[in-house]
Each structure stands twice: as structure tokens, then as C-alpha cells.
T-cell receptor, first 111, second 112 residues
Framework: KQEVTQIPAALSVPEGENLVLNCSFT??????LQWFRQDPGKGLTSLLL?????REQTSGRLNASLDKSSGRSTLYIAASQPGDSATYLC??????????FGTGTSLTVIP | EAGVTQSPTHLIKTRGQQATLRCSPI?????VYWYQQALGLGLQFLLW???????NRGNFPPRFSGRQFPNYSSELNVNALELEDSALYLC???????????FGSGTRLTVV
């Protein structure tokens, strides 16, 4: 069974700092990996989707990498802003079409 | 293109009653997934429907059930509501294969 782990569980950084969130998974038989953002009490917003054949994806200040063989992904946030404060979740889509979520990293960016 | 829509936004029910939550996927998406997120907890997988069939279900009692209609919209039913069923229920849709999820904004169910 696929297991997805996110480290750290919580992170607090001063505004302007660059930061890295980590996601690891146990089964490399995946279609893709997706990073989401969730604001308190809200639904999930997709940030980046990386296909299994890709190494990275970029959107604005966000860059996500994927190393399928080692079962790792990182989400890099450049020049963090208070508006980036949210919970960040990664999800892998197994080749059986099942999605598996990590438990998330709660990010606080201090002005 | 309309996103995933869920209704109602909020729902308040009394313990023992039944709740029905609805989800309309993005046009063309055939898979619908339901998740429960209790306050302060992670996403718990409930149900997955694809092409009208239940493909998988999470570790929830049978009083959590649902269905997918021919137009791919879906309904989640929770019978004999308990206080601990209070949570945000999220629906997501997807195409089959190597595509990602798109989530709706959720239904906040409160059981009193």
C-alpha cells in the first residue's frame, strides 16, 4: 500500500525567506504527483502537477521536483509572503488510479 | 469552464438524521472522489466512483454510501448521523489515467 509522508509537519519562517517542503512516497508505480494548498476551512487548490516522466514543474515562485526512483518530491517556495501561509499537501496518483495524500505541512510566514 | 461544484455549502443536521451531499464534476471528468476532513485532521478517503461504479471505499462504516449518476455527478449519503460525522466533506473529480485532481470547495456538515 502506498504511504505518503510530509516533513516537516509545521514550519514558520520570516517573510522573504526561501523554503522547501518535502514529500516522500513508498511505491514508485505512480502516474503523477500533485501539490495542493489548503486555506483553513476551504477546499484544496492545485498548485503543480508533475507527471511521472517529468523531473520538475514551475509556476511563478513555486518549483516542484520529482525523483520517482527515490520516492521523493520537493516544493520550493521562493521569497515567501504572508499570503503563502496555508497547509500544503502532496498527493500521488498510483497506476491503479487511486490517489494517496500526505498529512500536510502547515506553513506560517511571519511579516 | 466550470469547476467542481458542491452543494449545499453548509448543512446542519440533528443526530440520527440523514444527510445528502451533492457533487458535480468538471465536464468530461468521469471519476469522482469523496473525502472527509474533520477539524484539525487530514483528508480521509471515503469513496471513489468511476463510470457509474464504486471502485473503492475507505475505512468508513456502511452508513456512508453514495452513487454516481449517468451524467457523472455524485451523491454522498450519510445515514444515522453521529456527532463525530461533523466535518468538511470534499469532492474531487478527475479523468482516468495520468491526470490530476480538481477539488470543489466542500460541504461543511455540522451534526448537533
Amino acid at each position: 500500500k502506498q504511504e505518503v509522508t510530509q516533513i516537516p509537519a509545521a514550519l514558520s519562517v520570516p517573510e522573504g525567506e526561501n523554503l522547501v517542503l518535502n514529500c516522500s512516497f513508498t511505491d514508485s508505480a505512480i502516474y503523477n504527483l500533485q501539490w495542493f494548498r489548503q486555506d483553513p476551512g476551504k477546499g484544496l487548490t492545485s498548485l503543480l502537477l508533475i507527471q511521472s516522466s517529468q523531473r520538475e514543474q514551475t509556476s511563478g515562485r513555486l518549483n516542484a521536483s520529482l525523483d520517482k526512483s527515490s520516492g521523493r518530491s520537493t516544493l520550493y517556495i521562493a521569497a515567501s509572503q504572508p499570503g503563502d501561509s496555508a497547509t500544503y499537501l502532496c498527493a500521488v496518483r498510483h497506476t491503479g488510479n487511486q490517489f494517496y495524500f500526505g498529512t500536510g505541512t502547515s506553513l506560517t510566514v511571519i511579516p | 469552464e466550470a469547476g467542481v461544484t458542491q452543494s449545499p455549502t453548509h448543512l446542519i443536521k440533528t443526530r440520527g438524521q440523514q444527510a445528502t451531499l451533492r457533487c458535480s464534476p468538471i465536464s468530461g471528468h468521469t471519476s469522482v472522489y469523496w473525502y472527509q476532513q474533520a477539524l484539525g485532521l487530514g483528508l480521509q478517503f471515503l469513496l471513489w466512483y468511476d463510470e457509474g461504479e464504486e471502485r473503492n471505499r475507505g475505512n468508513f462504516p456502511p452508513r456512508f454510501s453514495g452513487r454516481q449518476f449517468p451524467n457523472y455527478s455524485s451523491e454522498l449519503n450519510v445515514n444515522a448521523l453521529e456527532l463525530e460525522d461533523s466535518a468538511l466533506y470534499l469532492c474531487a473529480s478527475s479523468l482516468a489515467g495520468g491526470y490530476g485532481y480538481t477539488f470543489g470547495s466542500g460541504t461543511r456538515l455540522t451534526v448537533v
